[in-house]
């Protein structure tokens, strides 16, 4: 199965060494952008959702900074 746009993003940034020391994460929890908006890991989950957010739904910059800073509020 050919990968998406989407997914290519999300591995392109979430494979990034740094990253994941410091999410805590392997490279096998990434998945596709589906699997990651559903992470428990909550590095994963905001890049998925901003990378989703940016190039599926053309929301705005100040738009997804009240998500994500709303999201990592409730979750850490």
């Given at each position: 199965?050919?990968?998406?746009?989407?997914?290519?993003?999300?591995?392109?940034?979430?494979l990034d060494e740094?990253?994941?020391?410091?999410?805590?994460?392997?490279?096998?929890?990434?998945?596709?952008?589906?699997q990651a908006l559903?992470?428990?890991?909550?590095v994963i989950n905001?890049?998925?959702?901003?990378?989703?957010?940016?190039?599926?739904?053309?929301?705005?910059?100040?738009?997804?900074?009240?998500?994500?800073?709303?999201?990592?509020?409730?979750?850490?």
């Open positions: 199965m050919d990968k998406s746009n989407l997914d290519k993003m999300l591995e392109a940034v979430l740094q990253l994941m020391k410091f999410g805590k994460y392997e490279a096998y929890e990434v998945g596709n952008i589906y559903e992470s428990d890991n909550y905001v890049v998925a959702q901003i990378i989703k957010r940016c190039s599926e739904d053309g929301a705005k910059e100040s738009e997804i900074w009240r998500e994500i800073n709303d999201y990592l509020k409730r979750n850490v």
